[in-house]
């Protein structure tokens, strides 16, 4: 059925992505450290204390440049790493210092956009953009698809995905909407696809908006869905290599 190729968090929302090799799941969680911060921009009231919409929060829709942000996370040392090919790096911990990452992402945001304001923790809920705690699971087929139509290699760091799977037929994880899959000896309810904005436009080496993904979409298959989110329903662990199966 297919095999993890990749494992992805974004320890700050819209705010970089690192790559990982296994990943330890709870049931009725969304990935540990993934969405765990977002950037309130100044028209926002959102505080962290529960779930808000994407909208409320900096992003690569409004701001492209963000998508060339890299993170590395160190949960003991309590320590994260944001870098930008036009930045000095940032290494700080978010919740001692809150101000240096709205500081250090203001030179990305165009002027004439809303600036970022504060960086807020999601108290109990992850800032994923789902209402409910969700996993993101794609398909490397459905990126080669997509490519192919689009008529350029696009980067799986463009859809912010958190799971990428191989060795599937291209858009097959359509079809396990309503049912439930496990990877690893994790057990996934797919609910619903994602929906994707402008942020896949942009391109996560320079930031440059260079994309056509949304046009691609709507043209060829009449919607602007890519890659499907889970509801973990049983704990467990998930390493790259491993199998899926629809159970």
């Known amino acids: 059925m297919g095999i993890v190729a990749n494992i992805w968090r974004h320890p700050i929302k819209s705010h970089g992505r690192e790559a990982l090799e296994e990943v330890v799941l709870r049931a009725g969680q969304a990935m540990p450290w993934d969405r765990h911060w977002a950037i309130a921009h100044e028209d926002s009231d959102a505080d962290g204390s529960e779930w808000a919409r ?34 000095d790096d940032l290494v700080f911990w978010p919740d001692d210092t809150p101000d240096a990452a709205v500081a250090w992402s203001k030179p990305l945001v165009p002027d004439g956009r809303v600036q970022p304001a504060r960086l807020v923790r999601a108290a109990s809920q992850a800032m994923t953009d789902s209402k409910w705690p969700s996993v ?56 619903e696809p994602i929906e994707r904005c402008l942020h896949t ?45 629809v159970l």
């Open 136 to 191: 993101s699971i794609l398909n490397l087929a459905s990126l080669r698809d997509l490519s192919d139509k689009a008529g350029m290699t696009l980067d799986m760091r463009r859809f912010r995905g958190n799971i990428w799977l191989d060795g599937l037929a291209p858009w097959q994880e359509f079809d396990w909407i309503g049912k439930t899959i496990r990877i690893g000896n994790v057990t996934f309810d797919i609910r």
């Open 201 to 245: 436009h942009d391109n996560p080496e320079t930031g440059a908006r260079d994309g056509n993904t949304l046009t691609v979409l709507q043209s060829q298959w009449g919607h602007k869905n890519f890659g499907v989110f889970g509801a973990v329903t049983q704990d467990g662990d998930i390493r790259l290599g491993d199998k899926i199966e």
């Open 54 to 87: 994407c909208l409320n929060f900096s992003r690569g829709a409004r701001a492209p440049q963000l998508a060339a942000i890299h993170a590395t996370l160190d949960v003991d040392a309590r320590q994260l790493t944001l870098t930008h090919p036009d930045l």
